[in-house]
């Protein structure tokens, strides 16, 4: 099996930031992407953020230039650097991981328990 646990959210001011971790660990061969997504009260959860593992880097349009992901291959771990927080970002953020646990096998799809983030105004 894979484990996804995420850590580093909390209680923070507008315009304050955040760094979210998400460390993977179990029987995995590769990790070819791993995500932020967030889902707010009353709403559907979103893609926030992608790292693949080309290195390329994708992001929602509302958090472009404030949010920063990144990935510590050697650790299979996932940075979520949040700057500028607002309000509207105030969520419970989970890490996903697409993997391959061998070889030339299939992809699964793993999810974190989720992290809370609340932005005071």
């Known amino acids: 099996q894979v484990q996804l646990v995420e850590s580093g959210g909390g209680l923070v001011q507008a315009g304050g930031s955040l760094r979210l971790s998400c460390a993977t660990s179990?029987?995995?061969?590769?990790?070819?992407?791993m995500d932020w997504y967030r889902q707010a009260p009353g709403k559907q959860r979103e893609l926030v953020a992608t790292?693949?593992?080309?290195?390329?880097?994708n992001y929602t349009d509302s958090v472009k230039g404030r949010f920063t992901i990144s990935r510590d291959n050697a650790k299979n771990t996932v940075y979520l650097q949040i700057n500028s927080l607002k309000p509207e970002d105030t969520a419970v953020y989970y890490c996903n991981a697409v993997v391959a646990r061998r070889l030339g096998g299939p992809l699964y799809n793993y999810w974190g328990q989720g992290t809370q983030v609340t932005v005071s105004s």
């Open positions: 790292a693949i593992s080309a290195g390329t880097t």
């Open positions: 179990g029987s995995i061969f590769s990790i070819k992407s």
